[in-house]
């Protein structure tokens, strides 16, 4: 079983891709922030609103006193977040009307901040109290990185920028998504490869003992973290190339997407 990522991993890719974020934020003109998403309705203002709300949380929540026991942990808690998407648009448009680009772009940059400081003697095995249970700080951190990494995506595909996700942000979501997917689909008939990230077996049929396995599916880390929060069909990633794929075991279409 492969391993989720480390609390110091975890939190070092919050700091490095919302201060990326951030940067990214602080220089886009006012017309941007009222371009469409490819997120439904969402505008950019929204998104920013959202990016804010999601690193603020992690502060907010080192505010409030330490729960007595864990409800959730990182796999348990990334399987959940498709049921609050509904409470999450809401609150996003909510932060985002009446706020000006100038207030959005002050907002995120003072949450990114705030976490910073809050972080500095933080004890990554703290239990914090979050909208989705009690769970440990490190999970809770590498949570926000596959919020930070996801959604900095989005904001790309809208504006342009940032041209890439933090190198550490995307390796702990790689990681995380890797380990949602060999629980989601357990079993060792295929192995996915995420070449300088991971490499997993999962979908259930006969196991790979050694040599090369008969079902292997390769793709870059940006691509698979697409495909998991589903941001790109896998029928599309596959007719692109973005893909590869080779067995008959190695459509991962029917598990995908992992979140969203």
Not at 58 to 74: G, Q
Request: glycine share 8%; hydrophobic share 50%; aromatic share 4%.
């Amino acid at each position: 079983m492969i391993r989720t990522p480390s609390a110091e991993d975890a939190r070092a890719g919050v700091l490095a891709q919302y201060g990326l974020l951030a940067t990214a934020v602080a220089a886009l003109p006012d017309a941007a922030f009222a371009r469409p998403t490819r997120l439904g309705d969402w505008t950019v203002a929204e998104l920013v609103a959202h990016l804010a709300s999601t690193v603020d949380a992690v502060p907010r929540a080192l505010a409030r006193p330490e729960p007595e026991r864990t409800e959730a942990d990182l796999l348990s808690y990334l399987g959940a977040m498709r049921d609050v998407a509904p409470a999450v648009a809401q609150r996003a448009a909510d932060n985002a009307r009446d706020a000006t680009p100038g207030d959005l772009r002050a907002r995120l940059a003072a949450a990114v901040a705030d976490t910073e400081a809050a972080l500095r003697d933080a004890d990554p095995r703290r239990l914090v109290l979050v909208r989705l249970g009690a769970v440990a700080l490190g999970d809770f951190l590498a949570t926000r990185c596959v919020e930070g990494v996801v959604h900095g995506l989005d904001l790309r595909a809208a504006t342009g920028v940032p041209e890439t996700p933090d190198a550490g942000a995307l390796k702990v979501v790689v990681r995380a998504f890797a380990a949602l997917l060999e629980s989601t689909a357990p079993g060792r008939s295929v192995e996915v490869r995420i070449p300088g990230h991971v490499a997993v077996q999962c979908v259930t049929g006969p196991r790979h003992t050694r040599g090369t396995p008969p079902n292997v599916v390769e793709t870059d880390a940006v691509t698979f973290v697409e495909l998991a929060a589903g941001r790109l069909a896998w029928a599309e990633a596959m007719a692109t190339g973005a893909v590869r794929a080779s067995g008959e075991r190695a459509d991962l279409g029917a598990y995908l997407p992992l979140i969203g």
